[in-house]
């Protein structure tokens, strides 16, 4: 097969990459490959079992058309302050300018005017005096709530949109290699389910592979001496709490967005993706490991809000392999917890007891999600995470009182996965000529919106050449 572009990976990035190029009137043949299916066919046999069935070849949370945004709470982050560093790489200006353009293109395709975080500015105030007082930042940050049933509505006719205006999308296919001749890409190499090879060439190849392509897209790196650097690595739990105790800062804020530095360790910990009434989930990547996230509905709503609380680890020499250390941590909490999400109550961990399951039945506090397992997450949490997420939620409790009681819950392991920074000017190239990195799996972004920003500013590139 033959194209001028070829995007791997159907998430916001590769998705609003070829919607860009369709916008600026470029006549260019596009082909996406997505190694999941169509938005349309994706469904998480969850919801009829009420357990995770670890479905194979792949997990319908996080592969398909729009990635995991699909099954996300669907939040819009309006502010170049959140989902990432790359106003580092394009300026802060530029990014916030983008953030505006790619909104308006989630409005064009149905999301809701209705933006939280924008009002009870007195109100806002106070939160802020309390988190200074407990020795944390509140960032401000408007956010447009998509819904998840409504986020698969809106990427559903982003996806017709593609197909009506000639971008070829390949589902069912992973990406195994990339092309390399005389350093420059040529295009890459393709599988389908059942092993069957393809190959397309392409003047410029975009990998957009998100979270859950990270450790490939490294590896890659290392084969083919694509510059790049080891990054972050984001450690931590999800916590759930009664609605009544995040009553507020639901209301004013919607999503608290806090940052700390807890002592003794002093790493950077933060609050992410804040779901008020919403439901914690699991996720299942390709080497069976189970990781925990929470999602929320525009309709449908629990007694609960949860949220993650993550801590961010920063190796150097002599160790260079920050998302393996992240997986041999959750590949111990999935041992612990049968395979299952472990949930441990915060007032067990502070009396030094695991959890049981009689006990979370006697709780003010329910799990939303039915198959965790009660236990002791202490017993495969790192030490310094731990310790750093403990003092976080504590200094929490001074801005949001009741935070930190005994029976608010704790979810393990949630990880994020985009440790590999891949190195990049400010139009997207890599040392190779012909290979463009963009979302979640560059390094550069976190999140749906900064993910479609990458992919705007990449549509334009490829759209204004020849």
């Not at 608010?408 to 040392?431: A, C, G, I, Q, W």
């Not at 799996?441 to 993910?451: C, I, K, N, Q, V």
């Amino acid at each position: 097969m033959k194209k001028d572009v070829v995007i791997i990976g159907a998430g916001p990035a590769g998705i609003f990459t070829a919607l860009e190029m369709i916008k600026k009137g470029a006549k260019k043949r596009i082909v996406i490959v997505e190694k999941g299916q169509p938005v349309e066919r994706r469904h998480c046999p969850k919801d009829q079992t009420k357990k995770c069935m670890n479905c194979k070849p792949f997990c319908h949370i996080t592969t398909g058309f729009s990635g995991a945004g699909a099954f996300s709470d669907g939040k819009l982050s309006l502010c170049y302050e959140v989902g990432g560093d790359l106003p580092q790489l394009i300026g802060e200006q530029k990014a916030q300018e983008t953030i505006d353009y790619a909104d308006k293109i989630y409005l064009e395709f149905g999301a809701d005017t209705h933006v939280e975080g924008l009002a009870n500015t007195e109100e806002v105030k106070q939160i802020r005096m309390r988190a200074i007082r407990a020795g944390l930042k509140l960032v401000d940050c408007p956010i447009r709530h998509m819904g998840t049933e409504k986020a698969q509505q809106i990427y559903y006719d982003i996806e017709q949109f593609l197909l009506k205006n000639g971008v070829e999308l390949l589902f069912g296919y992973e990406c195994r290699d990339i092309l390399l001749e005389d350093g420059v890409c040529k295009g890459v190499v393709i599988h389908d389910t059942h092993g069957s090879a393809m190959t397309i060439e392409a003047a410029h190849t975009v990998v957009a592979t998100g979270r859950r392509g990270a450790e490939w897209l490294e590896k890659i790196c290392a084969e083919y001496a694509i510059a790049h650097q080891p990054g972050t690595v984001d450690i931590g739990v999800r916590v759930e709490v009664r609605n009544e105790i995040m009553e507020k800062v639901n209301e004013v804020l919607y999503e608290s967005k806090l940052i700390g530095y807890p002592k003794p360790f002093k790493n950077k910990v933060r609050t992410f993706c804040q779901n008020p009434g919403g439901f914690v989930s699991q996720e299942n990547y390709d080497n069976n490991l189970a990781v925990v996230n929470g999602h929320s509905y525009k309709e449908l709503k629990s007694d609960n809000t949860n949220l993650a609380i993550l801590c961010s680890h920063n190796f150097s020499h002599p160790f260079n392999q920050p998302i393996a250390y992240a997986q041999k941590v959750g590949e111990l909490t999935n041992m612990l917890g049968a395979g299952h999400i472990l949930v441990q109550r915060f007032g067990d961990i502070l009396d030094g007891k695991r959890t049981w399951q009689e006990e979370l039945s006697r709780s003010n506090v329910r799990p939303s999600l039915p198959d965790a397992v009660a236990g002791d997450i202490t017993a495969a949490m790192p030490y310094r995470a731990m310790i750093n997420i403990i003092n976080f939620i504590k200094s929490m409790d001074q801005v949001v009182e009741g935070f930190a009681s005994n029976e608010t819950l704790l979810y393990s392991p949630e990880l994020k996965f985009y440790s590999n920074r891949v190195r990049m000017d400010e139009h997207f190239n890599t040392n190779v000529r012909g290979l463009h990195c963009l979302g979640d799996s560059s390094g550069w972004t976190r999140g749906l919106m900064m993910a479609s920003v990458m992919g705007v500013l990449m549509g334009r590139e490829l759209a204004a050449q020849a």
